[in-house]
């Protein structure tokens, strides 16, 4: 009989090298469940923010959808690449990058012809100036080790005056127990604790890991790498939503942000410099 182990949750210090082994496996392990569970929610060829729904057809976070014809387009973190679905219905050419094998089977599954990646967000497999926008529903961002990396790369890739628009975590939700109920909203941890989540196997091996910066940082980080920050979208849970995800709650929902979206512009300097 095959002895199941129980990852151990634990605060501890991890990473690039460690952050992205963990994040494809897991990717890997849980992706069927993940897309069982959300991909109703998500939509074969919906552009979701996050959990509270927010719709890119609504929120015109890259642009008006009527310009988006013609545009070439980077997703990352893609998953099985839904908002790259409806960013092609556009008319835009987008690319579909994702770390895990898995979940971009799952793109194939659902179908389409957008091309799909699959790469690490810190090493992205294109040329200088390649894409007119990039944007990441809670893709990549939240389990990187050094997100400047990321950003940078993401800037390497952008043409001149590129948007680049992603969605995470909102940094508030670390000081609250990951719960949606009552018990998830009272603070049991510091906000500015920066000690990345860890699960780890029996081994001390890290088989999940999540990465913590402050609203500061975040902006910091943006910044570091070139680019404008001209929005931060702070989501609200609407009415219609009545679906938990994880600890992402109505109750919570209606009191507490749970995702923060950064509408940032790439600088007009050379693509190669930072
Ligand atoms: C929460 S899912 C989001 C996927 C999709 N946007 C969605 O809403 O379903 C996070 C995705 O980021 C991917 N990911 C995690 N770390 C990554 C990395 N370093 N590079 C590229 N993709 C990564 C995972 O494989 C996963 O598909």
Same mark, same amino acid.
């Given at each position: 009989?095959?002895?199941?182990?129980? &990852?151990?949750?634990?605060?501890?210090?991890?990473?690039?090298?460690?952050?992205?082994?963990?994040?494809?496996?897991?990717?890997?392990?849980?992706?069927?469940?993940?897309?069982?569970?959300?991909?109703?929610?998500?939509?074969?060829?919906? +552009?979701?923010?996050?959990?509270?729904?927010?719709?890119?057809?609504? %929120?015109?976070?890259?642009?008006?959808?009527?310009?988006?014809?013609?545009?070439?387009?980077?997703?990352?973190?893609?998953?099985?690449? $839904?908002?790259?679905?409806?960013?092609?219905?556009?008319?835009?050419? @987008?690319?579909?990058?994702?770390?895990?094998?898995?979940?971009? $089977?799952?793109?194939?599954?659902?179908?389409?012809?957008?091309?799909? !990646?699959? %790469?690490?967000?810190?090493?992205?497999? *294109?040329?200088?100036?390649?894409?007119?926008?990039?944007?990441?529903?809670?893709?990549? =961002?939240? +389990?990187?080790?050094?997100?400047?990396?990321?950003?940078?790369?993401?800037?390497?890739?952008?043409?001149?005056?590129?948007?680049?628009?992603?969605?995470?975590?909102?940094?508030?939700?670390?000081? *609250?127990?990951?719960?949606?109920?009552?018990?998830?909203?009272?603070?049991?941890?510091?906000? *500015?604790?920066?000690?990345?989540? !860890?699960?780890?196997?029996?081994?001390?091996?890290?088989?999940?890991?999540?990465?913590?910066?402050?609203?500061?940082?975040? =902006?910091?980080?943006? =910044?570091?790498?070139?680019?404008?920050?001209?929005?931060?979208?702070?989501?609200?849970? @609407?009415?219609?939503?009545? $679906?938990?995800?994880?600890?992402?709650?109505?109750?919570?929902?209606?009191?507490?942000?749970?995702?923060?979206? *950064?509408?940032?512009?790439?600088?007009?300097? &050379?693509?190669?410099?930072?």
């Amino acid at each position: 009989m095959i002895q199941e182990y129980e &990852p151990e949750a634990t605060r501890r210090a991890t990473g690039d090298t460690e952050s992205s082994r963990a994040s494809r496996g897991w990717w890997d392990r849980n992706a069927d469940e993940y897309q069982t569970e959300h991909g109703a929610f998500l939509g074969d060829d919906r +552009f979701v923010w996050g959990p509270e729904g927010l719709d890119e057809a609504d %929120a015109a976070l890259l642009g008006p959808a009527s310009g988006l014809a013609g545009l070439d387009v980077l997703e990352i973190g893609a998953g099985a690449a $839904q908002c790259s679905r409806w960013l092609a219905a556009q008319g835009a050419r @987008p690319v579909a990058l994702d770390l895990s094998h898995r979940q971009l $089977q799952h793109a194939l599954r659902i179908g389409g012809d957008v091309p799909l !990646v699959e %790469a690490d967000a810190g090493a992205l497999p *294109f040329a200088d100036g390649s894409f007119d926008l990039a944007c990441s529903a809670y893709g990549a =961002v939240p +389990f990187v080790a050094d997100p400047v990396r990321v950003m940078r790369e993401v800037r390497r890739v952008l043409r001149p005056g590129g948007r680049w628009v992603f969605s995470v975590t909102h940094p508030i939700r670390w000081a *609250f127990p990951d719960e949606p109920g009552p018990e998830g909203l009272s603070v049991a941890a510091s906000y *500015f604790d920066r000690t990345p989540y !860890v699960e780890q196997d029996e081994h001390g091996r890290a088989v999940y890991v999540e990465h913590h910066r402050t609203l500061g940082d975040r =902006v910091r980080d943006v =910044v570091a790498a070139g680019f404008r920050l001209i929005d931060l979208v702070e989501p609200e849970w @609407p009415d219609w939503n009545t $679906q938990e995800w994880g600890g992402w709650s109505p109750l919570r929902g209606h009191l507490i942000p749970g995702t923060a979206i *950064f509408v940032c512009e790439r600088d007009e300097g &050379p693509s190669g410099g930072s």
